[in-house]
């Protein structure tokens, strides 16, 4: 039996999701064509384009389900369990089986679990977190958390309590470094070297710079503050960004 | 509408050419420095100990295999007082001996695991005692040049978010690397980014679409802007005289439908996709645009090579730049202020339009429509690939690789998910209505035009062009064959099977006096697996990740 299967026993079929075969094939078929038909890639029905073709390879379904999420490494087949909703996921899994003459599973929506859904306003904080239109001017410059970000600081281990807070965290880790006759605010990654790193703070975003040892002196303390890295946010916006964070982080 | 000129006054006044004149601003010598050899991408070497009369005599003296071959070797090398630095596909550097290729080091970036889709990386720049290298997770990365040690690295993207990875090789202007960025077929919004090259701090960043407030914002509809592509995933061009940096922007995003994004209001349309800009090399503020391709349908991205000429126009020295996209068609500019001198088409299949003003209005645009396919040459894939032409001052001709390459294209109104595919159609590969597609190399007059000579090829070239003041053009094709052509007439006066196809772009050097012919081979690539549809046999064109390095016997003189 395949794995999928006995997942079944522990879920309950999801009403959003197109229920009988002829809705699955075509949701199937419109992902298809939007994700994989595209002239870089597959073609039309399975066709070969730039990549090879998928239509009466013999391909089951085990195959196709794990290629479709976890892509081919070293080659241009990316993961779409990164990037496509679940429903878009299994439905075009289906639709590939169907162009190799497996019969989907009658209602394969059923047996994936749901993944975790954010409430709204944890929802908006985490575009806020990471919004593009703000530059380097966002949180994911430097923070890492629920797969997106750049992680220069550590993995957020608790949630300030409100706005306030936020704005005013201390930040004993920031350092001052010299070095080449210019000092700055630092966040250390090693100090020891031989070779020392640390992470650049005077400017957004951070670099991440190496120096031989002796090259470069720390001090204790900066003139480093959170607060400024947020000016761009209203005490609304964090608010709504705490919302994201206690929702996903976990102490 | 196949006519070889649309200005014909101006063809005909700028006939009476005479020499060109500053001839050696964009030749190399004895290094190779420079992505594009100089930073002027002319892809021509001063060199003449290898010419037309002693090419046959070329052999291979060394070779070195980087063992990262699975997309193939894109890369342009670098050389410089005999060191020659190489980047692969997934952004390992390598510096080696330019005369034995004996590796002197090795920089193995980390790259992510599960790291899939369209790696790829083109090159790398080389000064001030460092190599710096783009990486796939949008990584700039300086590389200490003697040692190899990691000096810095910033993420100038979120890749986890934008959809988008550095393809290309960086430009180092002065004090400053600046990098381009691949993406344009995501929801994502290009830009430009400068460091200072001594401590990898942020100097400037110039989106290519310009936000709310900003000069441009109005020639996109609603927020259209926040997704509209302009990706800058080929590597600019530099003026020292001029202080400017000019760059090519890619495609509007969704590529084939625009009816969510052109707002039909202000000059151009979706500013300053499919343009060539010409930024402050200081600042990264805008000094003049010209928009090749208003309102893109074709994803005829205009984000490729800028070369840097001085030559007569209309009896003027003008200082000229000469920029190629994927529709086929050249453009002149002045690159003092983007004047618009001329166009001329460089492929023989161009259905897209039936013709362009005198002062390059587009004319007759044939688009992609959402109920049935539409028959548009060229296809995406381009009249030209990122593959970069070479330009000699001794003939006065630009040497280029053209692909006659159609599509079948569907527009399809489409949502953007920020970082996620954005195309907005699909479209098949094919070739022109008369017959097969084919591909060509042709020797221009860069300013007129005119077609000095051609070689037609039955599969698709995207090797670079170079050539070199031995009168040669050397490319190599997919087949795996790597050749030299008589760069005034166009006869193959050498050929060589190197075992796997040709991807990159070669280049030529000198050490004590001996002249060297370097190129990259191995196929791959997300273009090179598209030719399977129209070419099945395209599945058998070898991988590899090969640098081979050529050079006269050393009794030859």
Redesign the interface.
């Known amino acids: 039996m395949r794995a999928r299967i006995l997942l079944l026993l522990s879920l309950a079929p999801v009403a959003a999701f197109p229920q009988n075969a002829p809705a699955l094939m075509s949701r199937g078929l419109d992902v298809y064509n939007k994700s994989c038909a595209t002239g870089y890639c597959h073609g039309v029905k399975g066709t070969p384009g730039g990549a090879p073709r998928l239509a009466a390879r013999g391909f089951d379904d085990a195959y196709i389900s794990q290629t479709v999420r976890n892509g081919i490494p070293g080659t241009g087949m990316p993961a779409f369990g990164a990037t496509l909703d679940r429903a878009d996921l299994l439905a075009v899994i289906a639709y590939v089986d169907s162009l190799n003459g497996v019969t989907p599973p009658p209602n394969p929506f059923a047996m994936q679990p749901e993944p975790r859904k954010l409430p709204p306003d944890a929802q908006h904080g985490r575009q806020l977190f990471a919004e593009q239109v703000r530059g380097f001017q966002r949180c994911s410059t430097c923070h890492r958390v629920d797969g997106i970000g750049i992680a220069v600081a550590l993995p957020f281990s608790s949630v300030p309590e409100n706005v306030a807070a936020l704005r005013a965290l201390a930040t004993p880790q920031v350092e001052t470094a010299t070095a080449q006759g210019d000092s700055f605010p630092v966040l250390p990654l090693n100090k020891v070297g031989p070779q020392v790193k640390l992470y650049d703070l005077k400017t957004l975003p951070p670099v991440e710079r190496s120096f031989a040892k002796g090259e470069v002196t720390f001090k204790e303390g900066s003139n480093w503050r959170h607060e400024a890295m947020l000016a761009g946010y209203t005490d609304q916006d964090l608010d709504a960004i705490l919302a994201f964070l206690r929702a996903v982080v976990k102490p | 509408m196949k006519k070889r000129f649309l200005l014909p006054l101006f063809a005909l006044l700028s006939a009476i050419l005479t020499a060109p004149a500053r001839a050696q601003d964009g030749a190399t010598t004895a290094n190779w420095p420079s992505y594009g050899g100089t930073d002027f991408a002319w892809r021509y070497s001063a060199l003449d100990q290898i010419n037309t009369s002693n090419v046959k005599k070329l052999v291979p003296v060394w070779q070195f295999q980087t063992g990262d071959y699975?997309?193939g070797l894109q890369s342009t090398p670098i050389v410089i007082d005999g060191v020659l630095y190489l980047s692969t596909t997934h952004s390992q550097v390598f510096a080696l001996d330019a005369v034995t290729g004996k590796m002197l080091w090795q920089y193995k970036y980390p790259m992510p695991?599960?790291?899939?889709?369209?790696?790829q990386n083109r090159g790398l720049a080389v000064g001030g005692g460092k190599v710096y290298v783009g990486t796939y997770d949008d990584y700039v990365v300086a590389i200490d040049q003697k040692t190899g040690?990691?000096?810095?690295?910033?993420?100038?993207a979120?890749s986890?978010?934008?959809g988008c990875s550095i393809t290309s090789a960086p430009l180092l202007v002065k004090d400053k690397v600046v990098v381009g960025i691949a993406g344009g077929?995501s929801a994502f919004?290009g830009f430009i980014t400068a460091?200072d090259a001594k401590?990898?701090?942020?100097a400037w960043?110039f989106y290519t679409i310009p936000?709310p407030g900003e000069k441009g914002n109005e020639t996109w509809k609603g927020d259209s802007w926040?997704y509209g592509g302009g990706a800058t995933w080929m590597t600019g061009s530099f003026d020292p005289a001029l202080n400017l940096v000019y760059w090519g922007t890619g495609n509007a995003a969704s590529d084939m439908y625009a009816g969510d994004r052109y707002s039909g209001e202000g000059e151009g349309a979706n500013l300053y996709t499919g343009s060539v800009v010409a930024l402050d090399a200081d600042t990264g503020k805008l000094k003049w645009y010209y928009q090749e391709i208003p309102k893109d349908v074709w994803d005829y991205d205009s984000a490729y090579e800028c070369l840097l000429i001085d030559r007569q126009v209309r009896g003027v020295l003008r200082k000229l730049l000469v920029h190629i996209n994927k529709s086929g068609y050249a453009w002149v500019l002045d690159r003092t202020n983007g004047e618009f001198l001329g166009a001329y088409p460089i492929v023989d299949n161009h259905t897209w339009l039936t013709g362009m003003t005198e002062d390059g209005k587009i004319l007759g645009r044939i688009e992609p429509v959402e109920d049935k396919p539409t028959l548009i040459c060229p296809?995406?894939?381009g009249g030209k690939s990122w593959n970069q032409v070479a330009y000699s001052p001794r003939t006065g001709l630009m040497y280029t690789p053209t692909l006659e390459i159609c599509?079948d294209?569907v527009a399809?109104e489409?949502t953007p998910v920020?970082?996620?595919?954005f195309?907005g159609g699909?479209?098949?590969?094919r070739g022109p209505a008369n017959g097969p597609a084919y591909s060509h190399i042709d020797a221009y007059d860069p300013v007129t035009g005119k077609r000095v000579w051609s070689m037609r090829y039955k599969y698709a070239l995207l090797a670079s062009m170079l050539t070199t003041a031995g009168d040669l053009v050397f490319t190599g094709d997919p087949e795996g064959n790597f050749f030299a052509l008589d760069a005034r007439t166009g006869q193959k006066l050498w050929s060589f099977q190197t075992g796997a196809g040709h991807r990159g772009s070669a280049i030529s050097y000198s050490v004590n006096g001996r002249q060297f012919i370097a190129t990259p081979t191995g196929w791959g690539s997300?273009?090179g697996?598209?030719l399977?549809?129209i070419w099945?046999e395209a599945e058998n064109f070898r991988l590899g990740s090969t640098l081979m390095v050529f050079a006269l016997p050393e009794d030859t003189k």
Do not use: F, Y
Request: with cysteine; hydrophobic share 30%; net charge positive.
């Open positions: 699975t997309q695991r599960g790291a899939g889709g369209n790696i040690a990691e000096a810095w690295k910033v993420a100038i979120d986890s978010q934008c077929d919004r460091m401590t990898g701090r942020l960043r936000a926040k296809g995406p894939d599509s294209s399809r489409q920020e970082g996620r595919g195309l699909t479209w098949s590969h997300i273009a697996r598209a399977t549809s099945p």
